[in-house]
């Protein structure tokens, strides 16, 4: 390979020397940990990117000692330099000399060879040029930004690297938002996604924000009105066990063989507001503790939201239903036929670990777990790692009040019973309390909201706001790929898009 350039800090080493040799290898190795397991071979703990070398082969030809103290000034930087190959101009690689330059006089010093080691710590290079895709360049080489129907801006990413990038993308919004979700890999959230619209008639009032084990000993109480879960489509089961308040919230503390499942019910009434009626909107936010010690437990939580009738409208429920790690959170709605119907699919997660595929932060361990349901007029959502799946419930639905909610925790004959499986607290906003409320959102029409996923910084308007962070969301990478798919939601009543800009350094093995 004859070279035209090789630059250092923008600094020509073939103004110094003729390159003989460039060895820059295929790709860049991989440091792994394994752990010895039993039997053969062993498991893998962890594989990461090594660092990787990058060798020049030159020779000196002329002004031979003055040439030698140059470079051995411009390749003695103690500072990352880069460097650039001008048979791969749009790439660069960090580097620091490695170890001694050594070098051969040959002819009695009339010519010198010898050979620049450096190392690249990164073991990649970067592209030269800052990738960008906004708005206007929409639908171009750098992919395309499409604002959907559903309050949600769907962004395709063309990463032409072969590692993923870490992009830092800009939202400038044009209507007032409360919040912003940015969903990939993973779901990064900013602001409140329950801030209410200043337009909105009514008041939000908290009814319920139960913590403690005095709050559910005093509103949950044993459902001795039922003596099995409801006549659905699903199984009812028998309401022969005993639940109540243990460690860190309400748990099964009795339990029956009788049946396949066996279950304890307890149930809270909700108060009426000061106009005497239940609330027809509302918002239940509720933490979960959802995690086995062994593969061979088994178990069910469902939270179950009934009407005046105490006929369920929507019903939340994880289930693990024999041995091994899979369990699923699932979505339940009453249908026009009065059963239970399962609504936006089942959501697979690690009974273990509380991890769903792909390994985002856990949703079910004793740090998080915290799960939402909002009904507004005939619309009910739930959410599911910050994304909303909501259902319309027919005219009728407008006017539906909620009237109890039922907790029921079951265990499986022949099953030791998930050992972690608890409602840890519970709290109820109404959302309808009846006059004008003005709020003025967080984020304002031509705002500047930057969130640097590679930093893992968040700035609006120039200042530092890593506390709109919301947690248990956290920052990702995109994969390398063309169409990478990149969702961004916002706040319900925001009237049109924010303008979106993605820019990003590609990656090269």
């Not at 962890?46 to 030809?61: A, C, R, V």
């Not at 010198?112 to 990738?131: C, D, H, Q, R």
Request: hydrophobic fraction near 35%; proline fraction near 4%; charged fraction near 20%.
């Amino acid at each position: 390979m004859e070279y035209n350039s090789i630059k250092l800090n923008n600094v020509e080493l073939m103004d110094y020397m003729i390159i003989n040799d460039v060895r820059r290898g295929i790709s860049t190795g991989m440091t792994n940990v394994t752990e010895t397991k039993v039997g053969d071979g062993s498991n893998l703990i962890s594989s990461n990117l090594s660092s990787k070398k990058i060798e020049i082969d030159f020779t000196l030809l002329k002004d031979l000692i003055a040439t030698k103290r140059i470079v051995g000034k411009i390749t003695s930087s103690k500072q990352l330099q880069s460097i650039i190959f001008s048979d791969d101009p749009n790439v660069f690689w960090e580097v620091i000399i490695d170890g001694e330059i050594k070098a051969t006089e040959h002819n009695n010093g009339k010519y010198t060879t010898g050979t620049l080691t450096f190392l690249v710590p990164s073991g990649y290079a970067e592209s030269v040029y800052t990738k960008v895709l906004n708005n206007d360049n929409s639908g171009g080489e750098n992919g395309t930004i499409i604002n959907n129907a559903d309050n949600s801006v769907s962004v395709l990413i063309n990463n032409n690297g072969t590692l993923p990038i870490f992009p830092t993308i800009k939202i400038t919004p044009t209507a007032e938002s409360g919040f912003f979700g940015i969903a990939g890999q993973n779901v990064l959230e900013i602001g409140n996604p329950d801030e209410a619209d200043e337009k909105r008639k009514t008041k939000q009032t908290t009814i319920a924000d139960f913590k403690t084990q005095s709050d559910f000993d005093t509103n949950f109480v044993d459902a001795t009105d039922l003596t099995t879960s409801w006549e659905t489509n699903i199984p009812p089961i028998p309401n022969n066990s005993k639940l109540k308040w243990k460690t860190d919230g309400i748990r099964m503390s009795t339990f029956s063989q009788a049946a396949t499942w066996n279950a304890g019910i307890k149930w809270y009434d909700v108060p009426k507001d000061s106009t005497g009626q239940y609330p027809v909107n509302w918002h239940a936010q509720f933490n979960t503790f959802f995690i086995q010690s062994n593969a061979r437990q088994a178990g069910r939580f469902q939270l179950y939201f009934c009407d005046e009738k105490k006929q369920p409208l929507a019903m939340f429920e994880i289930f693990k239903g024999g041995a091994g790690q899979n369990a699923e959170l699932i979505f339940w709605l009453i249908g026009g036929d009065n059963k239970m119907h399962k609504f936006g699919g089942d959501k697979p997660f690690n009974a273990s670990t509380g991890k769903a595929p792909g390994g985002v932060t856990s949703l079910f361990d004793a740090a998080h777990g915290g799960q939402a349901i909002i009904k507004q007029g005939n619309k009910i959502s739930f959410y599911w790692k910050g994304v909303a799946y909501s259902y319309l419930m027919g005219n009728a639905g407008s006017s539906t009040k909620l009237a109890y909610v039922y907790v029921v925790e079951a265990s499986r004959q022949n099953y030791p019973v998930i050992n972690d499986m608890s409602l840890k607290s519970f709290k109820l906003t109404n959302l309808n309390d009846g006059y004008m409320v003005n709020v003025v959102n967080k984020y304002q029409p031509n705002d500047e909201i930057i969130v640097n996923m590679d930093a893992k910084k968040i700035i609006v308007n120039g200042q530092g706001a890593n506390s709109d962070y919301i947690t248990g969301s956290d920052f990702f990478s995109i994969p390398a790929g063309q169409s990478q798919k990149i969702d961004i939601v916002y706040s319900s009543f925001t009237t049109s898009p924010p303008k979106i800009e993605f820019s990003w350094k590609e990656r090269i093995l």
